[in-house]
């Protein structure tokens, strides 16, 4: 099949998102398989880029940013979404597409679901990560009441019911979709890309001298890296060698804001802040410590992060409550807590702390759910086989039009 992803994030470039990282796990493993694979990107630039990553075509386009100062998040996403259907366009012009793959995130297909017609179709599917309602309603982030939200919102459910098929991530995603879009759970599969388990597997590495807690991800306060830090603080009372290693980019007056948590606390040496990490140096991250900590307030699901660190055999803790249920069970494979609840962090640390053979074993438990559950290997196979029915049958339908059109 002749496959094209769209993704505004696709790593390198725009750092390592869920969506540009499921992008880049599927364009690589369905070129594996013997597809051609085309991704779509956003360029960090005005030009345009082509160039090949190994087998991956890769089209770095630019919105309109260079041509119209834009003042809206509104006006972006629609902007955008026009610049994404031209350059699909373009590809299929050239190399006939079997089928497109879009995000509901950001309503870049949009554009692209409106245009169609019998005579130009190109079998189209929207893949459900996390949608703008989603955020509205659990972060308040972007307000009900305002353009953005009005407009976005209109645009991720005009692609879900326009596309040809939906999958989902995650069941926590779909529900919002199901609940505020008015889709059917029933006709959408939960597929996700799983993880590449020959990268990420327990390294034959030294642990960490001490006691060590880590957190990989974007440093905002919405991933509870505060509560984590507070809650680390107290623990050198018992553990006055408690080391936490947060890895990763974010807010640098946040940053400072946890540093300075730690030296008003009287421990200054518990925070280690290395920044952004190399996926291919990661896992050995990962296998260094005890135990992963990613108390975010509220995650889609299922959570690439938390399936590499549950991949590299040690257990997470996380907030139950959104898609992280779906992958975490507590006492099995790691510890769900409520969210924004320090006590119950404080509690969960600790009871992984004192209990190193119940540590081990639950990172046992959780590598064993990943290669059982999450492994690319598997989970692209059953994506192929997605887009391979979804194609037939939107070709199917689109010839009886033709000709009864005829």
């Not at 869920?18 to 880049?24: A, E, S």
């Not at 019998?118 to 703008?132: M, Q, S």
């Not at 609840?341 to 009871?351: E, G, H, P, S, V």
């Not at 290669?371 to 887009?387: G, N, V």
Request: proline content about 5%.
């Amino acid at each position: 099949m002749k496959i094209a992803l769209v993704s505004q994030e696709y790593p390198p470039v725009k750092g390592h998102g869920g969506i540009g990282t499921q992008t880049y796990m599927r364009a690589h493993g369905l070129a594996n398989l013997g597809h051609e694979v085309f991704v779509i990107s956003h360029s960090e630039d005005s030009e345009s880029h082509t160039f090949m990553d190994n087998a991956v075509h890769v089209f770095r386009i630019p919105g309109i940013d260079h041509r119209l100062t834009i003042y809206s998040d509104a006006v972006r996403w629609l902007s955008y979404s026009t610049e994404v259907a031209i350059a699909v366009h373009k590809i299929h012009s050239e190399t006939p597409l079997d089928i497109v793959v879009f995000p509901e995130w950001g309503g870049e297909g949009y554009i692209h679901l409106l245009n169609q017609t019998e005579w130009n179709h190109i079998p189209t599917v929207v893949h459900i990560h996390g949608p703008l309602v989603m955020f509205t309603h659990t972060m308040n982030w972007p307000d009900i009441n305002s353009e953005f939200y009005k407009v976005g919102s209109l645009m991720e459910r005009t692609s879900l019911h326009l596309a040809n098929a939906v999958s989902a991530s995650n069941a926590c995603s779909l529900d919002w979709c199901v609940r505020h879009y008015g889709m059917n759970a029933s006709e959408i599969p939960i597929l996700y890309t799983g993880i590449d388990t020959s990268l990420f597997y327990p390294r034959d590495v030294i642990k960490e001298e001490r006691p060590t807690i880590i957190f990989v991800g974007s440093i905002r306060r919405n991933k509870g890296v505060d509560l984590l830090v507070k809650a680390s603080c107290i623990l050198t009372k018992d553990y006055p060698d408690l080391q936490l290693r947060i890895l990763g980019k974010g807010d640098p007056s946040l940053i400072n804001e946890l540093v300075n948590i730690t030296i008003e606390a009287g421990v200054p040496n518990l925070l280690q802040l290395p920044g952004f990490i190399r996926r291919e140096e990661l896992p050995f991250q990962l296998s260094r410590a005890d135990f992963f900590a990613g108390p975010s307030f509220y995650e889609g699901g299922p959570g690439n992060v938390y399936l590499e660190a549950m991949a590299c055999g040690i257990p997470i803790i996380a907030c139950s409550g959104s898609g992280i249920d779906g992958i975490v069970t507590t006492m099995e494979n790691g510890i769900l807590i409520p969210p924004k609840n320090l006590q119950a962090l404080i509690d969960a640390l600790r009871t992984l702390l004192e209990n190193p053979d119940l540590c081990n074993t639950l990172g046992r438990n959780a590598k064993e759910y990943v290669l059982r559950e999450a492994d690319s290997k598997i989970c692209i196979k059953r994506l192929e086989a997605f887009y391979k029915s979804v194609g037939d049958k939107t070709n199917s339908k689109i010839k009886a039009i033709q000709n009864a059109s005829s």
